[in-house]
């Protein structure tokens, strides 16, 4: 079995920086870790950053220039390096990736990011 492990959430003041990892426990090829997204509770869960093919990234606008994907191949780790942290940024970061051959979506058990102002 294999299943997401997400590490770096914490509290912040606003102007700050945090780096979210993600990586995969137990068999590490079953899973293809792939981005991030958020979720603030009441609302729904949205794109942060994201591998789309290759190593094409898509962004959220609102983090455009302050957030950075990348990842390490070897390790099949992805990571988020989130500078000029906003109160706004403030929810639980999940970790995305794509399961087996059939390549259904599954997440990590999520991160807390607080930004204070």
């Known amino acids: 079995q294999a299943q997401l492990v997400e590490s770096g959430g914490g509290s912040v003041q606003a102007g700050g920086s945090l780096r979210l990892s993600c990586a995969v426990s137990?068999?590490?090829?079953?899973?293809?870790?792939r981005g991030w997204y958020r979720q603030v509770p009441g609302n729904q869960r949205e794109l942060v950053a994201i591998?789309?093919?290759?190593?094409?990234?898509n962004y959220a606008d609102s983090v455009k220039g302050r957030f950075t994907i990348s990842r390490d191949d070897a390790k099949n780790t992805v990571y988020l390096q989130m500078n000029s942290l906003k109160p706004e940024d403030t929810a639980v970061y999940y970790c995305m990736g794509l399961f087996g051959i059939s390549g259904s979506v599954c997440w990590g058990q999520g991160t807390q990011v607080t930004v204070s102002s």
């Open positions: 591998f789309t093919s290759g190593d094409t990234t």
């Open positions: 137990g068999r590490r090829t079953m899973i293809n870790v």
